[in-house]
C-alpha cells in the first residue's frame, strides 16, 4: 500500500512538473534579430494616411490616445492636449500651461479612461494630476506629496477611481493612487538590481481590457496583472543575441554610470530601453540594439495567442523609406506612426511624387501626417 502511494505521488508530481514545462515553453518568445522586416507590405494588411488639417502649427506628434469618434494627441512640446477626428480636422484644444490653480508646467504623460472618456493629465515637475472629461473641459486637480516618487514609467486609470502609476526607480513597482481620497500606496516589490539607476521611459505600462502590462525597461520580461495587481503570466523575450542577463545587472551595483558605460559599449551590443504598446490581439515591443547614437531603434511586433513575433527596423512603404515614429495603437490591431514635415523634405522628389500618388494628397503643409497600418495577421500564424 505504501509503495502504490509512493508511486501515485511521484505520478501527480512528474505530471505536476510537466504542465510547469508546457506552461514556460508557452512564455517564451523567440526574437531573431538577424531576420529583421523591411518592407511595410509584409507586416501590415493596410496603410491608411491622415493629414492633420490645422490653422495652427503642430509639431513632432510624441503620443497619440484613441477617443470615441477621433484621438487626443500630444506634441514634444508637450504643453497641450489637442483632439481630432479620424480624418484630420483639429476639433479641440486644451491648453493650461502657468503656475496658477489648475495649470501645469509641463504634460509628462495622458491617458484616457477607458470607462468614462475622461483625459488624465499629469505634470510630475508640480505633482499635480488633472482630469478633463472627453471633449477637454476642466473637471478637477489632484495632488501628489512632493518627491512622491521619481521615474516613472506611465500610469493607467481604473475604474474604481483610482490610477496605478508603474515605477522605474524604486523599490516598489507601482504606486496606486486613490482619486476621491487622494491618498498613495506603493505595492509590490521591484528587483533590487534596478533599483537607482535612473533608467526607463515613460512607455513601459499598457492596459486591456481587465488586464495591465508591463515590460522590464532593462531586461526583456513582459509581465501581466489583473486590476488587484495579481501577477497573471510572464513573457520572456529570448533574443538570439544581446540580452543583458540578470548577473550583469547587479555586477552594475546599480550605478547609473556604470550602467550608461555599459550599454554605450559599441563593441559589445546590447538589448535595452524596452517600451511597450498594445493592442486587442498583438503585443509591440520598442527598443534599442546597441548604442543610442549609432544602434538600431528595433520594434517587434508579438501576437498574444500564437506568441510568434516579427521584428523590424524601417518602414519602406512602396520602396520609399519614411521616417515615422510610433506614437500610439488603434485596439483593432492598426500602429500609428506620425511623420514630420522634415522627413518628406528629405526625400528625393521622385520618391516624394510616388508618395503623393499612393496617398492621394497634393501638397505638403506644416504639419505632420499619420499613417495607420492594420497589422496583417496572417503574418502571425
Known sequence: MKSFNFRLILLLFLVSCASKVEEDVESEVYVNLNNLI??????????????????????????????DDGFYFLTKEKNKIYYSSWDGRLKRVFSGQGQGPSEYSIINNFEVSQESGDVFLFDQKNMNLLRLDSTLNFKKEYFFPPKTFGLFGGFKPLADDHLIFKLNNSDKRFLKFDLLKQSTIFIDESDPAIHNLNFGNDKVFT????????????????????????LLNQIQLKFNKGTIEKTELYELQ??????????????????????ILETKNYYVITYYLGTFNSGKNLKTIINKETLKASTYDKLIVNGIEIEGGLVGVQFDDSLIF???????????????DALKSSFKFTSINDNPFLLVCKIKSSSFL
Open 38 to 67: 523591411h518592407t511595410a507590405s509584409e507586416l501590415f494588411e493596410r496603410i491608411d494616411f491622415i493629414e492633420i488639417k490645422s490653422d495652427q502649427l503642430i509639431s513632432s506628434i510624441y503620443r497619440i490616445h484613441e477617443g
Open 254 to 275: 546599480n550605478s547609473p554610470e556604470k550602467l550608461l558605460q555599459f550599454i554605450q559599449n559599441e563593441e559589445k551590443e546590447k538589448v535595452h530601453s524596452f517600451g
Open 338 to 352: 506620425s511623420v514630420n514635415v522634415e522627413a518628406l523634405n528629405g526625400l528625393s522628389k521622385e520618391d516624394l
Open 207 to 230: 492596459s486591456s481590457g481587465d488586464k495591465l502590462t508591463t515590460i522590464n525597461p532593462l531586461t526583456p520580461e513582459i509581465s501581466i496583472f489583473d486590476h488587484e495587481l495579481k
